[in-house]
């Protein structure tokens, strides 16, 4: 009996991912544990193997394909002794989502003068920002006769400023729906409303117009899983938490002079440490002094975390993912390096496990190495905080009430103020200095 092979959730929050490769080919015999395909989801490429055994009769979903639903049927494999020619290809779920409008009921016809109220018809799915039994107001004509169109795509249209009478409708009828308004080129413009039909409208989120070149030389890069998952994650962190930032100037001389030493101690085991290895666990530590600051906002409660797992942003060609040192406050810096360069290669192969970067309670971005002084970094939801780290850089300072030079670094920590008071936060950033500028509290 023919396996159906089905898209895997490689993660707990995963819903769909773009089938990046095949690995096998049609005719192939696998057994368990052969690696089948490399799967992209919002953070990482991952590896798909085989649970069972035979060979594969048909590829359902090639290569590629994006938007591809956990439980869709993206291959088919026969059993030992069937004849792959004579297999049918199991059927079940759509390689991706549909880029057509929902078919509609053909709208009904209308009197001249438009009705105040509309029987309701087959609404556009419910995260559409207008809902699609919703009255538009009056049809647009053209020639005197009425054009077939959805409210929603009339709402939509007068919010894009485009001409209804110049777009062609794929709904029944040529009825005009949501897919052609949002599809149609920007040069199909509507008349310019009134202003009082401006006030009246009620706000709708848009989707950007397509962006203009102006003529200028360019590349069009289609956006990575992951790209799109910065964009929609930071977005909404920026919109929906409060962040508060707050920062300290930090003297380096005695980490830097601590780090030397333990580097020459560590040369038989050819481990040496990094500043950003000792910083994670001055924040860990930091975090398990002020434990008001290790906590998460979860709507009508709140979540306080008796261990401080740190995220540490990596920069990875596609873009940004954060793996996770857990429990770091009671590791060793010996351990927490070589935890660190084993997950910062991992991340750039895309070879990391869901778990290694799914979670944490705080984070830490370092762009030092970049010769940034200062930055405000933003949160990663549902984490209610980040540690920004600038670069450190020899200035003047003030020494035991004398005027002398230093090397002194900028950091900047990011709190969500619905969960961190300005107080807490404040104190988390002195004990974070306190223990970067007397740095022999990291190895106690």
């Known amino acids: 009996m023919p396996i159906a092979i089905q898209m895997p959730a490689l993660s707990p929050t995963m819903e769909e991912g773009t089938l ?105 799915p419910a995260r559409a920002p207008v809902s699609d039994d919703v009255e538009a107001g009056p049809a647009p004509t053209k020639d005197g006769e009425r054009i077939l169109a959805s409210p929603l795509a009339r709402r939509i249209a007068e919010q894009k400023g485009l001409d209804l009478t110049t777009i062609k409708g794929s709904g029944p009828n040529g009825r005009i729906v949501k897919a052609d308004v949002e599809n149609a080129k920007p040069e199909a413009a509507a008349p310019a409303s009134t202003a009082t039909e401006k006030e009246m409208a009620p706000a709708v989120e848009q989707k950007p ?13 289609k956006l990575s899983s992951m790209r799109k998952t910065i964009a929609r994650r930071l977005t909404e962190s920026k919109q929906q938490v409060p962040h508060i930032y707050l920062t300290v100037d930090i003297r380096l001389d005695a980490l830097l002079k601590l780090r030397g030493e333990l580097n020459k101690a560590l040369e038989p085991q050819e481990i040496k440490l990094s500043v950003n290895d000792m910083l994670i666990k001055a924040l860990a530590k930091s975090l398990e002094q002020v434990p008001a600051c290790n906590v998460q906002f979860a709507g009508d409660t709140m979540l306080k975390f008796s261990r401080a797992d740190i995220s540490v942003a990596v920069s990875i060609p596609n873009g940004l993912i954060t793996p996770i040192v857990k429990d770091a406050g009671s590791k060793a810096m010996s351990k927490i390096s070589t935890e660190m360069k084993d997950l910062a290669t991992r991340a750039k192969d895309g070879k990391l496990a869901p778990e290694e970067f799914q979670g944490g309670t705080a984070s830490l ?17 549902p984490q209610a905080m980040i540690m920004a780290i600038g670069a450190g850089e020899k200035r003047p300072y003030v020494i035991d009430d004398s005027l002398q030079v230093a090397t002194v670094m900028s950091a900047t920590g990011s709190f969500d103020h619905r969960a961190i008071d300005g107080a807490d936060g404040a104190q988390l950033m002195k004990v974070f200095k306190e223990l970067v500028e007397s740095p022999l509290g990291l190895v106690a």
Request: glycine fraction near 10%; charge should be negative.
């Open 365 to 381: 971005s370092n762009m030092g190495m970049f010769g940034i002084k200062q930055f405000e970094a933003v949160i990663n939801p």
């Open 209 to 221: 117009a397509k962006a203009q070149d102006y003529g200028i030389p360019h590349e069009v890069e």
């Open 20 to 124: 990046a490769k095949w690995l096998v080919k049609v005719g192939d015999k696998v057994s368990s544990g052969d690696i089948m395909a490399e799967i992209e989801t919002d953070k990482a490429t991952m590896e798909f193997e085989a649970v069972d055994e035979g060979t594969i009769a048909h590829i359902q979903v090639e290569e590629g394909t994006e938007g591809v639903k956990v439980g869709t049927v993206i291959a088919t494999l026969a059993e030992e002794g069937e004849d792959v020619g004579e297999v049918e290809p199991v059927d079940g779920g759509s390689a991706a989502p549909a880029p057509a409008a929902k078919e509609e009921k053909p709208a009904p016809e209308a009197p001249a003068e438009p009705a105040k109220a509309k029987p309701r018809e087959n609404a556009e």
